[in-house]
């Protein structure tokens, strides 16, 4: 099972700024990589997939990267809806998993 | 548009089988590449798939789970059903129904307990 690891685990960031979020995954899952926001109380969305593919809804300020081992998700400038909880998925491999989440949170 | 959404009980004794059921409409899993899962999240906990179905009925579990799961699904119904066997707390969770990681339903809470 592929595991993927998330840093850090929380992030404080404030409005305006720049949220930079990393997932490491144990071997290569290629560029099959997802990103999901999940807000309280909500399911989660997808918001990357393909490491780098915005998925319908999420504004360009969303960007995804990385490839093999590495992946970055970045918000460029913070709106107060984007204040949530992130996940990568892999899904090079099955089973699928998750990372642990990294939670945003208003500085 | 596609939905989804999940059925079943909220309260499972220890020992009992839960099953949960995913109705959908929006799309047909009699159409090649097409398939539904299962995910499900403990109370402040993280994300854990439990089983994929496909549109040729070929099917994947968790392998920590497998042996208590069982994954179905009835195309004329437009259903996914997930049993999980032999339940004990640590299955108190949000359970999902999932359509190619972008179409989610809401989720059920099922509680596991006495």
């Known amino acids: 099972e592929i595991v993927m690891t998330q840093s850090p685990a929380t992030l404080s960031v404030s409005p305006g700024e720049r949220a930079t979020f990393s997932c490491r995954a144990s071997?290569?899952?290629?560029?099959?990589l997802a990103w999901y926001q999940q807000r309280p109380g909500q399911a989660p969305r997808l918001l990357i997939y393909?490491?780098?593919t915005r998925a319908t809804g999420f504004p360009a300020r969303f960007s995804g990267s990385g490839s093999g081992t590495e992946f970055t998700l970045t918000i460029s400038s913070l709106q107060s809806e984007d204040f949530a909880v992130y996940y990568c998925?892999?899904?090079?491999?099955?089973?699928?998993?998750f990372g642990q989440g990294t939670k945003l949170e208003i500085k | 548009q596609i939905t989804l959404k999940e059925s079943g009980p909220t309260l499972v004794k220890p020992t009992q089988t839960l099953t949960l059921t995913c109705t959908f409409s929006?799309?047909?899993?009699?159409?090649?590449?097409?398939?539904v899962g299962w995910i499900r999240q403990p109370p402040g906990k993280d994300l854990e798939w439990l089983a994929l179905?496909?549109?040729?009925?070929?099917?994947r579990y968790s392998p920590s789970l497998k042996s208590r799961l069982t994954i179905t699904k009835d195309t004329s119904k437009n259903q996914v059903v997930l049993s999980v066997t032999n339940v004990d707390p640590v299955d108190t969770a949000t359970y999902y129904c999932?359509?190619?990681?972008?179409?989610w339903g809401q989720g059920t809470l099922v509680t596991v307990s006495s």
């Open positions: 929006g799309f047909s899993l009699s159409t090649s590449g097409v398939g």
């Open positions: 999932v359509h190619a990681f972008q179409h």
């Open positions: 179905i496909y549109w040729d009925d070929e099917k």
């Open positions: 393909g490491a780098s």
């Open positions: 998925q892999q899904y090079d491999n099955w089973p699928y998993t």
């Open positions: 071997q290569s899952v290629s560029s099959n």
